[in-house]
């Protein structure tokens, strides 16, 4: 593990040689522009890179990370990375990818203050709430932990939908598809929650909004 700051700089000349050795034309292709099919929400946590855990490359995923992968409507960080992922690069897959154990999923779960990142973890708080039978079925804390991790990627999956962004990109017909995740710390592996949304026919209600026109234009 690095100890320095100047070690990553020492790390960094070493990974461009390599780099450089398998094709010494790698950082000049990359450089010519992007066009990755996949965009990526996750969290913040050291533990959970998205190029490493999935196998791909720079160039291939679009990143967004903030603690416990939270899709917030006001979040205007998040909205603008989805609008230009899916309008300019026009990736072909959003992935929400929590994480057992994950820190802001555990802070939510109890009644400790821990500062202005409170009113961040009350969107997970929200998330409970909308499923606390279940959830307070489940007596061991830890399950009942990796549930709430599952449940709030479910949920963020839903509040993607939920989005002009991705309703107006279905509207136009385009392939597009939510996808919700988890990863296990402790071994390594990505899970499918199999909450995979495709195309507005599941929208519910209120959050099923009008096409208008002039969008699409
Ligand atoms: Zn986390």
Not at 4 to 16: G, L
């Amino acid at each position: 593990m690095p100890q320095h700051y100047n070690d990553i700089f020492t790390a960094n000349k070493q990974w461009v040689q390599s780099k450089l050795g398998e094709d010494e034309q790698y950082f000049e292709k990359l450089s010519k522009g992007q066009k990755p099919p996949f965009l990526w929400i996750g969290c913040s946590d050291s533990r959970v890179p998205a190029n490493e855990i999935t196998g791909t490359a720079p160039g291939e995923v679009f990143v967004h990370r903030n603690i416990a992968n939270m899709v917030i409507h006001t979040d205007m960080s998040m909205l603008s990375v989805l609008d230009y992922a899916v309008n300019v690069l026009e990736v072909r897959h959003v992935i929400v990818c929590g994480h057992y154990g994950c820190g802001g999923v555990l802070a939510a779960m109890g009644q400790k203050q821990f500062g202005l990142i409170d009113n961040w973890l009350r969107h997970i708080k929200d998330v409970y709430r909308l499923h606390h039978e279940e959830l307070d079925a489940i007596e061991d804390e830890s399950k009942r932990a990796d549930r709430l991790v599952e449940l709030n990627v479910q949920e963020q999956v839903f509040d993607l939908t939920k989005t002009t962004i991705i309703q107006n990109a279905w509207a136009q017909g385009r392939f597009l598809q939510v996808h919700g995740l988890v990863y296990s710390i402790a071994n390594g592996i990505l899970k499918d929650l199999n909450v995979t949304v495709g195309d507005n026919s599941e929208i519910e209600g209120v959050y099923k909004l009008q096409i208008k026109n002039k969008i699409l234009v």
